[in-house]
């Protein structure tokens, strides 16, 4: 097995068996960040802290994308073994939502108002000697 290192650094913990997405969250104001950002989107101010986002949310939209992700999204995929994939919203504790890759694929699986939970998966490999980890969401009922 290839080394993991995170696709993108300060996404979500790494390593960790319980792993949580990272944002901000503005100390002036309360509003929540993801990714993090060094200021806030609300009131401006730039008092920001890095704060736990948790790892359990709701299916707030979704759909389906039939075609393959263009670059930096791209996988190890193939026109040949590319597998259509869902593509939602979550919403989490804080109210946040947040875009991302589902485990599941099928109208007949994904429906708004679904638990789900945060899994760290497999992207692709950097030509380095690495595999690169992302995070996706799947239903927490199907665990």
């Not at 944002?23 to 401006?44: I, K, L, M, N, T």
């Not at 026109?79 to 939602?88: A, K, L, T």
């Not at 979550?90 to 589902?102: H, T």
């Amino acid at each position: 097995m290839l080394p993991q290192k995170p696709l993108h650094p300060g996404l979500f913990t790494w390593p960790d068996s319980a792993p949580e997405l990272l944002g901000s969250r503005c100390v002036d104001c309360g509003e929540h960040a993801f990714p993090s950002q060094s200021s806030c989107r609300a009131c401006s101010s730039e008092h920001t802290e890095i704060v736990g986002l948790g790892n359990k949310g709701t299916l707030w939209t979704w759909t389906i994308q039939s075609f393959m992700p263009k670059a930096p999204y791209h996988t190890d995929e193939t026109p040949e073994s590319f597998c259509p994939y869902g593509v939602g919203y979550i919403e989490l504790a804080s109210g946040i939502k947040v875009e991302s890759r589902l485990h599941e694929n099928s109208t007949d699986t994904l429906r708004i108002g679904l638990p789900m939970k945060l899994e760290i998966v497999p992207v692709r490999d950097d030509g380095e000697g690495n595999q690169l980890m992302t995070f996706q969401f799947r239903s927490a009922e199907a665990l």
